[in-house]
């Protein structure tokens, strides 16, 4: 596979990671739109939100079936062009059956999309040699910064829902369609080493511990997702205005995080890199269980997004390394336990909160993002520098 090759997939997989981020931001940043539009009562709004992580866990389960016959990069090439005709269906309906339908196929595509998306991540980071995870994961968070940017534009001056989602999928479907014309998945040879090891299957034994290491980063992250704003205004009595700052200050820092962590992978190797990540996020829960004031507070949010932005690509990574026989169907697994911490996350510390306390509430994500540390050896050897157990003595540099 020539180096021209390879730099055209990794730019043409960026971009895919680029317009889901926008994507997705797009969605979640204005579900009270939505709820306005459709008329959602309150009571029935957690089932609508509810539904699109459950269906794009059963998404990801699916495509660990379809990947059996047809190559990620062909499902990733569908999927992404459906999520974006979903998202422009949920702006277009006014009806509340077409709110569902439209987030059901949203739901349904993501799962398939991210899914493919990391397969694709994890083969090409194993045709370069080195550590690239944490760059695809970066530019979603651009993406999502891009179009949580978009969102707040859309509110501001009252847009609809339409004419906001519109100018994104116009500009967005054809550019990720075109791209994906120059996907590239890595060489198999891996592949086949692998299956001679491990016959080609995944042991959940073995895949549990990074499971368990996904739901623990997605909880932490919901948590900040969803209960950021209402603690700096509620708990540290800060203003309305200020209480926005912290998930934005939160994006900013992942993006920062995973635009360097490659570095730090292929410097320290992936073990340490996760071991910093996971003590960096307890510390940030701490600062923030215990902050006297809102500024306090968004300092321990700040070493959130450092400590957590590193986690999930590196999880990925590791499925990819553990099961090189097998890593599509390692990668669509403990995909599912990305909605799962998404789900239990919110609900968790919103419970927590309600009967306890809110900053107590705080120490239970904090906890679980420590025991990362126990699972820290399922992410590879301590001289792996590339993050993907795939190491040559003589990497050629290809973008």
Same mark, same amino acid.
């Given at each position: 596979?020539?180096?021209?090759?390879?730099?055209?997939?990794?730019?043409?997989?960026?971009?895919?990671?680029?317009?889901?981020?926008?994507?997705?931001?797009?969605?979640?940043?204005?579900?009270?739109?939505?709820?306005?539009?459709?008329?959602?009562?309150?009571?029935?709004?957690?089932?609508?939100?509810?539904?699109?992580?459950?269906?794009?866990?059963?998404?990801?389960?699916?495509?660990?079936?379809?990947?059996?016959?047809?190559?990620?990069?062909? !499902? @990733?090439?569908?999927?992404? /062009?459906? %999520?974006? =005709?979903? $998202?422009?269906?949920?702006?277009? *309906? #006014?009806?509340?059956?077409?709110?569902?339908?439209?987030?059901?196929?949203?739901?349904?595509?993501?799962?398939?999309?991210?899914?493919?998306?990391?397969?694709?991540?994890?083969?090409?980071?194993?045709?370069?040699?080195?550590?690239?995870?944490?760059?695809?994961?970066?530019?979603?968070?651009?993406?999502?910064?891009?179009?949580?940017?978009?969102?707040?534009?859309?509110?501001?001056?009252?847009?609809? !829902? @339409?004419?906001?989602?519109? /100018?994104? %999928?116009? =500009?967005? $479907?054809?550019?990720?369609?075109? *791209? #994906?014309?120059?996907?590239?998945?890595?060489?198999?040879?891996?592949?086949?080493?692998?299956?001679?090891?491990?016959?080609?299957?995944?042991?959940?034994?073995?895949?549990?511990?990074?499971?368990?290491?996904?739901?623990?980063?997605?909880?932490?992250?919901?948590?900040?997702?969803?209960?950021?704003?209402?603690?700096?205004?509620?708990?540290?009595?800060?203003?309305?205005?200020?209480?926005?700052?912290?998930?934005?200050?939160?994006?900013?820092?992942?993006?920062?995080?995973?635009?360097?962590?490659?570095?730090?992978?292929?410097?320290?190797?992936?073990?340490?890199?996760?071991?910093?990540?996971?003590?960096?996020?307890?510390?940030?829960?701490?600062?923030?269980?215990?902050?006297?004031?809102?500024?306090?507070?968004?300092?321990?949010?700040?070493?959130?997004?450092?400590?957590?932005?590193?986690?999930?690509?590196?999880?990925?990574?590791?499925?990819?390394?553990?099961?090189?026989?097998?890593?599509?169907?390692?990668?669509?697994?403990?995909?599912?336990?990305?909605?799962?911490?998404?789900?239990?996350?919110?609900?968790?510390?919103?419970?927590?909160?309600?009967?306890?306390?809110?900053?107590?509430?705080?120490?239970?994500?904090?906890?679980?993002?420590?025991?990362?540390?126990?699972?820290?050896?399922?992410?590879?050897?301590?001289?792996?520098?590339?993050?993907?157990?795939?190491?040559?003595?003589?990497?050629?540099?290809?973008?």
């Amino acid at each position: 596979m020539t180096d021209a090759r390879l730099r055209h997939g990794r730019a043409s997989l960026a971009l895919s990671f680029f317009v889901q981020g926008v994507t997705f931001a797009l969605l979640v940043t204005r579900i009270p739109a939505i709820q306005d539009r459709y008329g959602i009562s309150d009571g029935l709004l957690p089932v609508f939100l509810a539904a699109v992580p459950i269906l794009a866990g059963v998404g990801s389960v699916v495509t660990e079936k379809v990947v059996a016959r047809v190559r990620p990069r062909v !499902l @990733l090439r569908w999927a992404q /062009p459906v %999520v974006l =005709l979903a $998202l422009l269906g949920v702006g277009a *309906g #006014s009806e509340l059956w077409q709110a569902a339908v439209a987030l059901g196929v949203f739901g349904l595509a993501v799962g398939a999309l991210d899914a493919s998306m990391n397969m694709m991540g994890v083969s090409l980071q194993r045709a370069y040699g080195r550590s690239i995870m944490l760059g695809f994961h970066a530019v979603y968070s651009l993406g999502g910064i891009a179009g949580a940017s978009m969102a707040w534009a859309g509110a501001h001056w009252d847009l609809t !829902l @339409l004419v906001s989602y519109l /100018p994104a %999928v116009v =500009l967005l $479907l054809p550019a990720a369609f075109i *791209g #994906s014309r120059w996907y590239v998945e890595g060489k198999a040879e891996g592949d086949r080493q692998g299956a001679g090891r491990q016959g080609g299957s995944v042991t959940f034994k073995l895949l549990m511990p990074l499971c368990l290491v996904m739901s623990f980063a997605y909880i932490g992250d919901s948590t900040v997702s969803n209960w950021s704003a209402k603690y700096l205004q509620d708990v540290l009595g800060s203003s309305e205005q200020l209480s926005t700052v912290p998930y934005n200050v939160y994006m900013v820092t992942t993006l920062l995080g995973r635009a360097v962590g490659d570095f730090g992978v292929r410097r320290f190797g992936a073990v340490a890199v996760v071991r910093f990540g996971s003590v960096l996020a307890a510390a940030g829960f701490a600062v923030v269980a215990v902050a006297s004031g809102a500024w306090i507070g968004m300092l321990g949010f700040t070493m959130l997004g450092l400590g957590l932005c590193v986690i999930v690509p590196q999880t990925f990574a590791a499925a990819g390394r553990m099961f090189p026989g097998a890593s599509d169907t390692a990668i669509a697994r403990l995909n599912v336990f990305n909605y799962v911490g998404f789900l239990v996350g919110s609900p968790l510390v919103g419970a927590l909160g309600d009967a306890w306390s809110y900053r107590g509430a705080m120490l239970v994500p904090m906890v679980l993002v420590l025991a990362t540390l126990v699972y820290a050896k399922s992410f590879g050897s301590e001289p792996a520098r590339y993050g993907g157990g795939h190491e040559r003595p003589r990497t050629v540099d290809v973008g």
